[in-house]
């Protein structure tokens, strides 16, 4: 028996013929054993890390880490281990994870038992007894386990399901460590800044796991988008001795741009349209970092993205189809396997292609034939506004009336989520550019005329990033053909950022200042946001806004509108009166669902303006459910011209096509859909002139006919 071996049994052995030992007692000796196996690994074993969840050892090597073991104390069961919860858990996330008595090892590689073996059993009086070949077993298993290497992912699918499962175990442990009060400064720093200035509930005991899923996605996804603006391959396999700890070949994980992809390289690779996130990556990359029981699985994670292909991964990105958007594909294969119920219950669902492409094109045409913009979307003419009132309040501040210059088409989506629909419109844009083969024209273009035009508010910060990085890529060409992708690339200057904002648009903007630091930053990206809501006279406000019966926007000033109040004090249209007089409604809710107080943000920016678009895609309840009374009122009054075109495919309701033929849903919902597109001309006053029509039959079907 060699002589690392035979001083770990003899240290197990010693403790347990003392009668007290425990697991934790046994943890130096075998902290011991793999050190001494391979010198170019560390076995560390921190008691605050285990107490928020992670696993009892982390194994590195160069300061990454290449595995993981959880160790149970001697004798316990390792097959009833391997059906809890929490061995689940670390299957799902760890591609390289170790159980063990002390005694017995089983080795999972990517969850799936790979390797078994036993050093020796448990006898009376605390004595071993070896097993017959169990030495030369375990051996081989370490040996194994140590030289595990990440392998490389080459497709979408794939690196979607591994960044979530690293994420997943991220958030609960962020969870764990609130819930036994050893959340650190900066957790709590992070926690505090959030619920202050976006979502004041995050600070309740139960929502910490919402907190707890917004810094580990935005991890995933900030780490992802950093990745995606690397323009280095993914590293080669490590020779054999890079694994064994010597320094790296030349071009070890190099790529042609020089370095590596590391966690403190993120930072400076985040686009730099994204201040904001550019800031909490300062932050997190830090060796604040470093003290944080989740630290190693984001090592993981960057570990992970650094041996991705990503140019593989990417690949369909220039290949969109007519109903999918390859990018937030990944995202929604990632949510999938990350929470398959998150989706459903922050309403977070794919807009598909046809749907925003009809959307697009009609505001595009009404704009050409209703507002005297020629070019539509693409219009980059201003106009000069006397008398300009902010369209909200700033709190202890007087408002002001003043000239201002502005693009006459501002295009505004209020719940942008992943960005689809400004995606749509820079799209559709650039093909007018593409056709007239104007590209020399379309760099000052896109600095001087579209991105000061389009803006995006956003809640949630996974689908925030997801949006940022979605949008960079395309102004980048890397949705265009390799043939036209250079020279139709525009690269943000620094202080040049994109106009989607961290905010809630239901909520009254005011200004916050003197806050601490980074609360501070939050607040700026809030304070930002706040320009366009105040002053900026939007023209067009388009989207898919979310569908939630049980709002979590619940502000006073959104509600205030919703029942007639200005936050001025004037009056406006209230959705729970007709001709003035209450609905008398014994319940009604269903004016208090997200989608209905989108719409009334949006009737009320166009009220604002003069004139202007409404667009959205959103339940279809309120064209005929008498609750909603008050509010078609109101937009008839507002709005000179509306176009409602039913879409249907309510499944809740059993919906057939009139002829009796299926009648499906454009999305994976049960609700029935509606677009409804509300016009008011400057100058005119309602009652609207309404047009309705209905699309039934099949999703493709419907697909064809908005295309």
Not at 534 to 561: C, F, Q, T
């Amino acid at each position: 028996m060699s002589a690392n071996f035979k001083h770990y049994l003899k240290t197990i052995e010693n403790a347990l013929k003392q009668g007290i030992a425990t697991e934790h007692t046994h943890r130096p000796a075998l902290k011991a054993l793999l050190e001494a196996l391979d010198l170019s690994v560390t076995a560390t074993n921190e008691p605050k890390r285990i107490a928020c969840g992670a696993p009892d050892y982390i194994i590195t090597r160069n300061k990454l880490s290449i595995g993981y073991i959880e160790a149970k104390d001697v004798g316990k069961s390792l097959a009833e281990t391997e059906r809890s919860k929490q061995l689940k858990r670390y299957r799902r996330a760890l591609d390289n994870l170790i159980l063990t008595d002390y005694l017995e090892f089983r080795w999972y590689v990517d969850g799936d038992l790979r390797q078994e073996a036993r050093l020796a059993r448990p006898q009376s009086g605390g004595k071993l007894k070896t097993e017959k070949g169990g030495l030369k077993a375990v051996e081989e298993l370490l040996a194994n386990f140590l030289a595990h290497q990440t392998q490389a992912v080459n497709t979408p699918k794939d690196l979607a399901q591994r960044m979530a499962r690293l994420t997943h175990i991220i958030r609960d442990i962020i969870i764990t460590a609130f819930e036994t009060e050893q959340a650190s400064n900066l957790l709590q720093s992070w926690r505090e800044a959030f619920a202050q200035v976006l979502i004041a509930a995050l600070g309740q005991p139960e929502r910490t796991a919402d907190f707890a899923d917004m810094v580990a996605q935005t991890l995933a996804y900030g780490l992802f988008s950093a990745r995606l603006m690397d323009t280095q391959p993914h590293p080669p396999t490590p020779s054999p001795r890079e694994r064994k700890g010597s320094p790296p070949s030349p071009t070890s994980g190099r790529g042609l741009g020089g370095g590596v992809f590391t966690r403190h390289k993120a930072q400076k690779l985040i686009p730099k349209s994204n201040p904001f996130l550019r800031r909490f990556f300062a932050k997190i990359t830090s060796i604040e970092l470093d003290d944080e029981p989740f630290a190693p699985f984001v090592n993981d994670l960057v570990n992970l993205l650094a041996h991705s292909d990503m140019e593989a991964v990417l690949s369909d990105f220039g290949k969109r189809t007519r109903q999918e958007d390859p990018v937030v594909h990944f995202y929604e294969t990632f949510l999938a396997a990350y929470d398959p119920k998150l989706r459903e219950t922050r309403g977070v669902y794919y807009t598909p292609e046809p749907v925003v492409s009809y959307i697009v094109r009609s505001v595009d045409y009404l704009l050409k034939t209703r507002f005297n913009c020629p070019q539509g979307l693409a219009d980059s003419s201003k106009i000069t506004i006397p008398n300009y009132a902010p369209a909200l309040k700033v709190k202890g501040k007087k408002q002001t009336r003043k000239t201002i210059e502005s693009h006459k088409v501002l295009a505004l989506d209020p719940a942008t989520g992943t960005g689809t629909f400004l995606y749509a419109v820079i799209d559709h844009i650039r093909q007018q550019f593409i056709q007239q083969g104007n590209a020399g024209m379309w760099p000052g273009y896109v600095k001087n005329h579209l991105l000061p035009r389009l803006f995006g508010f956003e809640l949630l910060m996974a689908p925030y990033a997801v949006a940022h990085f979605k949008l960079s890529l395309q102004l980048a060409g890397r949705d265009l053909p390799d043939t036209l992708r250079e020279q139709w690339a525009y690269h943000p200057a620094d202080g040049e950022r994109l106009g989607v904002y961290l905010t809630n648009a239901l909520e009254e903007a005011h200004e916050m200042t003197g806050l601490p630091l980074f609360t501070q930053w939050v607040a700026d990206e809030t304070n930002a946001a706040n320009e366009v809501k105040r002053h900026l006279p939007v023209l067009v406000v388009m989207g898919n806004p979310p569908y939630s019966g049980h709002s979590a926007n619940k502000g006073e000033w959104i509600d205030g509108l919703l029942k007639g109040k200005l936050p001025d004090g004037g009056k406006t249209g209230n959705y729970y009166e007709v001709d003035g007089k209450p609905l008398g409604e014994r319940n009604p809710k269903w004016l208090q669902d997200d989608y209905v107080k989108f719409i009334r943000f949006g009737q009320w920016r166009v009220e604002q303006n003069g004139g202007g678009i409404l667009a959205f895609i959103s339940n279809h309840g309120y064209l005929d459910n008498p609750t909603f009374r008050g509010m078609r009122q109101s937009l008839m009054q507002t709005f000179t011209e509306i176009y409602i075109l039913d879409l249907h495919g309510n499944s809740k309701k059993k919906e057939v096509s009139p002829d009796g033929s299926k009648d499906e849903n454009v999305f994976d919902i049960q609700q029935g859909v509606a677009i409804g597109i509300f016009v008011k001309q400057p100058g005119k006053t309602g009652p609207a002139k309404i047009y309705h029509a209905n699309l039934w039959g099949t999703r493709a079907k419907k697909y064809e006919w908005l295309f």
